[in-house]
């Protein structure tokens, strides 16, 4: 048997050989070699030796493999993460059309940041674990129409589980479920939650406030078909991204107003939460990716059926009245039009008397929460958006 420095000498120089070796090899190298330790040199199989400790640490460092951007930081973000940078690359690689200058359907057929991701994950041979929830398809009644859902559900663990409905962004008129399909999964599978994706019906086609009355109409049918779906009725939270975000807490306002179920938590990622362009943020990263001023405009004037609508405080919720809604959770991300939104969200409602939770994500931009994958800071929000809606199921 070699002695215990041996060992560790062993295992150093090994991770030392394998970072030239691809990710796969580095994985099944350290399996091996852990193996070998174990057995042939002698090593304890008891819980918490410190062999055992190496070769956790080497699994880690070999599983979670860093993203490096290709170029300098953009001048609107000189302090951006290094892996998000890789995303706005990537993104920037795509050359398409600004949204700006498209019609809503022109805009739709764009590149998104999801398919920068994916497209760095392939690039990288990033390894993506299998998923821990089944989908399924639903279409339910909505005033004029039809709503699609989206039902992720946990494969394991025992029904009833608790429910999450989650409203996609995309400004009320761009993106759809596969765009948003990330967060939607990683809430569900790191909250062991039913989660209900909705796919509202998107301007211009359907213009103010289509949205958030098809928002609520998802949310309502949750709650009295939450059994059916494996949920508990009782146990319902809302969740959302950007326009989604407004959303989500719209959803809130509306139950409370006509005295139906309220949520038990919101999570308001980045939310659009008022009508002033003229915030610090909105000027300071007016050119920013992937959202920026000249999008937040485009946005405003296909979804609203006249300018003055922008004070209504549907849209503009920091002007709305928000007493009585549920403990919540808001997240922003410092490079982000949309960043003083959220925080002057979370000071409303503070001084409404709700008990908030926000936390501001250094270095990245709107978007990253569904980039969990490659972006360190988006599995983070995800964490923190988790444990709170888990505190809050508890209740």
Not at 135 to 159: E, F, Q, V, W
Not at 207 to 220: G, I, M, Q, V
Not at 277 to 288: G, L, N, P, R, V
Request: hydrophobic fraction near 40%; charge should be positive.
């Amino acid at each position: 048997m070699c002695k215990k420095s041996n060992r560790k000498k062993i295992f150093i120089n090994i991770m030392k050989i394998s970072k030239n070796l691809s990710t796969g090899l580095q994985i099944a190298c350290a399996a091996t070699i852990s193996c070998f330790l174990l057995t042939s040199c002698g090593g304890s199989s008891e819980k918490g030796s410190k062999t055992d400790s190496l070769a956790t640490n080497m699994d880690s460092s070999m599983s979670e493999k860093s993203i490096k951007p290709m170029g300098e930081a953009p001048s609107w973000a000189p302090d951006i993460k290094p892996e998000m940078q890789a995303v706005i690359e990537k993104l920037a690689s795509y050359k398409d059309t600004p949204i700006p200058q498209l019609t809503a359907q022109e805009a739709r057929k764009n590149h998104t940041p999801t398919d920068a991701v994916m497209d760095l994950i392939k690039e990288n041979n990033i390894a993506v674990p299998a998923s821990m929830v089944d989908t399924m398809g639903k279409d339910i009644p909505a005033k004029g129409g039809n709503i699609h859902l989206r039902i992720y559900t946990p494969k394991t663990g025992s029904a009833p589980f608790p429910v999450i409905v989650y409203y996609h962004g995309g400004g009320f008129v761009i993106a759809n479920l596969d765009v948003y399909d990330a967060s939607a999964k990683g809430l569900a599978e790191q909250t062991g939650a039913v989660v209900v994706s909705v796919a509202y019906r998107l301007a211009p086609e359907h213009k103010f406030p289509t949205a958030h009355n098809d928002a609520y109409a998802a949310y309502l049918w949750t709650v009295s078909n939450a059994a059916s779906i494996k949920g508990d009725p009782k146990n319902i939270a809302v969740a959302g991204e950007s326009a989604g975000g407004n959303l989500a807490a719209n959803v809130s306002i509306m139950a409370r107003d006509k005295g139906a179920q309220i949520p038990v938590h919101q999570v308001l990622v980045y939310p659009v939460a008022g009508s002033d362009m003229t915030t610090k943020s909105y000027q300071k990263y007016a050119a920013a990716k992937p959202l920026d001023k000249p999008m937040m405009e485009w946005f405003v004037k296909n979804y609203l059926n006249n300018m003055s609508e922008a004070k209504d405080s549907r849209i503009s919720l920091v002007n709305a009245n928000l007493k009585g809604l549920p403990s919540t959770t808001i997240i922003t991300a410092e490079i982000d039009p949309l960043q003083n939104d959220g925080e002057m969200l979370a000071e409303k409602l503070k001084a409404a008397d709700v008990k908030v939770d926000s936390k501001n994500y250094s270095g990245v931009t709107h978007e990253f929460f569904g980039m969990a994958a490659v972006v360190p800071q988006a599995k983070d929000a995800q964490a923190y958006a988790s444990d709170a809606l888990k505190k809050a199921f508890k209740k």
